[in-house]
């Protein structure tokens, strides 16, 4: 039965309508799977399985008097740590929150449950959500089940490990700066970070929070595209309060077939120098949509500056989480800044502008921004998606030295690890949607991805056109020794 853990989770939630499977059945199934490979991956960090086996009870009983609950019936699934579920520690890897329970649902958990989905646990991630690798000193290391010496990437580290190991049937992540994309390309994935502000994030939160965070979204880790519209379906709307006078209604995909598409392909970003193996991808994929009569733009860009884009967004992004310092970290920052040179436009100077920003400063930046989602606006009238690469290059080896003093490897030349927010950078700093499919493995046999970004409100082109990827070229396979 190994190759039912690889089944997305339309497949799954079919088999259990059909009663080709029971509830309880499948669930244990990846129970077993969890406990088998949670050593060696360190991958769903708490569970609650008493609960999840009453759920998947009921569910079978519901569907034995012909009730359904919803289209993730009896569905196996885990959430991020950062989502507050009942009764489970909600710490964000933090230490002083290792003893934080959540006493209710957060909005999509909820509404993943009213879906019918059973939530047996939840996945690792980064201190603070703060790494693009996933460790922390409560849970430990998640290991990329390609290969355990490298990362699955983060925030949703844990989430993408669990997904491509088999061990959950379908995850919820959360993206500010690439935290679903980078994990879903490191581990051969699908995932979407959707339009700004279409999925509440109330409840996923360091505490008890409400307000929704600049540029954070929530969103899709799957093996399949079309469990990325499900979910998306599930837990997309209006929270209470915006529901009294409004209504969420995406446009339907631009075109119908994979040929009618007009996209254009970012081989390379000349300020974020990419793998040799990732641009080779790239322009592998780029043959096998031109044989497919899609219109392709090679290096066809929005008319703004790529390196201002990167330097608004990380300025911004500090600035968004700058609440989560503490009074003496605030006093330590703005000291650090002080002494920054005038012309240091270097990462770690970008960090510091940003986490002790002024307003004023902040409204200016907020200016451009918006003069920078114009000129997507624009470019979106003469292509439909732009595809690029959602990472620097395949899965990185575990490295647990600052972010800032950190290095990668790319071809032999070692390039700052912050790079790897610049490119996920482009979709959260102008609110759009970006789809992240696979399209092979490099020289090393690691997985490597893609980012489909849309216009505002285009996430179900960006879906649909993964779907076709996954369809015609290239789908989720999965790594060797899981079975």
């Known amino acids: 039965m190994t190759e039912l853990a690889w089944l997305p989770a339309t497949r799954l939630a079919s088999l259990v309508r059909r009663r080709k499977i029971g509830c309880l059945e499948l669930l244990d199934h990846y ?48 959430v991020k740590d950062s989502f507050h579920v009942a009764g489970l520690p909600t710490t ?35 201190i603070s959500l703060a790494d693009a690798q996933s460790f922390n000193d409560i ?12 990362s699955p990437g983060g925030s949703s580290g844990g989430a993408a490990a669990a997904l491509a190991a088999g061990l959950t049937g379908l995850e919820l992540g959360s993206d500010i700066a690439g935290s679903v994309r980078n994990p879903a390309a490191w581990c051969g994935l699908f995932a979407h970070k959707p339009t700004q502000g279409i999925c509440p994030t109330d409840g996923h939160a360091l505490g008890d929070n409400r307000a929704p965070l600049d540029m954070l979204v929530i969103g899709p880790l799957a093996r399949s595209a079309r469990d990325l519209s499900l979910l998306l379906s599930v837990i997309a709307g209006p929270d209470e309060i915006d529901a009294a006078g409004l209504r969420l209604t995406l446009p339907r995909p631009r075109r119908q077939s994979l040929e009618e598409y007009r996209v254009a392909l970012l081989l390379d970003d000349e300020t974020v120098p990419t793998s040799r193996d990732i641009r080779a991808l790239h322009e592998a994929l780029a043959r096998f949509l031109r044989r497919n009569r899609v219109k392709v733009g090679i290096g066809a860009r929005p008319g703004f500056d790529a390196d201002d884009s990167h330097r608004v967004f990380d300025v911004l992004l500090r600035a968004a989480t700058s609440g989560r310092q503490t009074d003496e970290e605030l006093a330590a920052n703005e000291k650090a800044r002080k002494r ?64 800032y003093a950190r290095s990668v490897p790319v071809d032999g030349t070692m390039q700052p690890f912050m790079n790897q927010v610049s490119l996920p950078g482009y979709a959260n700093l102008a609110y759009l949607p970006s789809s992240v499919a696979p399209i092979g493995l490099d020289g090393d046999g690691l997985p490597v991805g893609i980012q489909i970004i849309g216009p505002q409100y285009g996430d179900l082109s960006c879906i649909h056109f993964a779907r076709m990827m996954e369809e015609q070229y290239c789908g989720f396979v999965p790594p060797a020794g899981y079975s």
Request: no cysteine; glycine share 6%; proline share 8%.
């Open 31 to 78: 129970l077993a799977r969890v406990e088998r490979f949670k050593p060696s991956l360190n991958a769903i960090i708490a569970t609650d399985v008493p609960r999840a086996r009453r759920r998947a009870r009921e569910a079978d009983r519901a569907l034995a008097r012909g009730e359904r609950w919803g289209p993730l019936h009896g569905v196996p699934m885990t």
């Open 92 to 126: 964000w890897g933090v230490p002083a929150r290792r003893d934080y329970i959540a006493r209710a649902d957060a909005l999509a958990v909820k509404r993943l449950r009213d879906a019918g989905a059973v939530i047996f646990g939840k996945t690792n991630v980064p």
């Open 139 to 150: 849970y430990g290391t998640t290991r990329n089940p390609w290969d355990l010496d490298r």
């Open 340 to 403: 920054l040179a005038p012309g240091d436009d270097g990462k770690r100077a970008r960090m510091l502008r940003g986490v002790t920003l002024p307003h004023r400063d902040w409204l200016r930046l907020d200016e451009a921004r918006h003069r920078i989602r114009w000129k997507w606006h624009e470019f979106f009238q003469r292509y439909d998606l732009l595809l690029a690469p959602i990472t620097v290059s395949a899965a990185m080896r575990h490295d647990h030295t600052p972010p």
